[in-house]
Nanobody, 124 residues
Framework: QVQLVESGGGLVQAGGSLRLSCAAS????????MGWFRQAPGKDRGVVAV????????YYANSVKGRFSISRDNAKNTVYLQMNSLKPEDTAVYYC?????????????????WGQGTQVTVSS
């Protein structure tokens, strides 16, 4: 079992930055691929970024490429999402997820473990 807790959300003006964190605990958490997802009101949940358990490969949704960066510190069992040049359309609840397969996270938009989410609101 893996427990995930997100933090770092909040209210920011367009053009600003936020860094989200996801702390993992439980069994062999460092061997999981990790991903960030988001869900805006009235919309389906979608993948934002995924990182393999080694950190050697990362994947991004087209809408955030060049603006967002995912990273991880396995010593701290934490994954980060640095969000720059934020836009109002980035407003959503952001969720962290973990899975043994990075492809399942990125392609299938699913994961074995999920956090409770953190709200990000970008004002215009």
């Amino acid at each position: 079992q893996v427990q995930l807790v997100e933090s770092g959300g909040g209210l920011v003006q367009a053009g600003g930055s936020l860094r989200l964190s996801c702390a993992a605990s439980g069994r062999t958490s460092s061997t999981y691929a990790m991903g960030w997802f988001r869900q805006a009101p009235g919309k389906d949940r979608g993948v934002v970024a995924v990182i393999t358990w080694t950190g050697g490969s990362t994947y991004y949704a087209n809408s955030v490429k060049g603006r967002f960066s995912i990273s991880r510190d396995n010593a701290k069992n934490t994954v980060y999402l640095q969000m720059n040049s934020l836009k109002p359309e980035d407003t959503a609840v952001y969720y962290c997820a973990a899975d043994s397969s990075s492809q399942r996270l990125f392609v299938s938009n699913s994961g074995a473990y999920w956090g409770q989410g953190t709200q990000v609101t970008v004002s215009s």
